[in-house]
């Protein structure tokens, strides 16, 4: 299984981004997928994630939104309202397991830079 995120960039406090992860190699039906970010000094931590419905971060919630496309394999990550502090990789994930597995499958990661 391969996922291949894209979407990120350099965008102003108050912007938005769309992020996407295409995913190969699989049966996308299968699979939960999420969204994860790493700031640069700080540990990876969760931000979204859809298996039948869509879950988030406190930190990001009614901001962000995760959808899955499933004629197109890909899951994507709406984000408004953006703020510096969101600054960071963002990586998409996959994985086959019931809840509170971990993910098996990761993307390569896309940047995410929020000026102030």
């Known amino acids: 299984v391969q996922l291949q995120a894209s979407g990120g960039g350099l965008v102003q406090a108050g912007g938005s981004l769309r992020l996407s992860c295409a995913v190969s190699?699989?049966?996308?039906?299968?699979?939960?997928m999420g969204w994860f970010r790493q700031a640069p000094g700080k540990e990876r931590e969760f931000v979204a994630g859809f298996r039948w419905s869509p879950y988030y971060a406190d930190s990001v919630k009614g901001r962000f939104t995760i959808s899955r496309d499933s004629a197109k394999n890909t899951v994507y990550l709406q984000m408004n309202s953006l703020k510096p502090e969101d600054t960071a990789v963002y990586y998409c994930?996959?994985?086959?397991?019931?809840?509170?597995?971990?993910?098996?499958?990761w993307g390569q990661g896309t940047l995410v830079t929020v000026s102030s």
């Open positions: 190699g699989g049966t996308f039906s299968r699979y939960a």
């Open positions: 994930a996959a994985k086959s397991g019931p809840s509170g597995s971990p993910y098996d499958y």
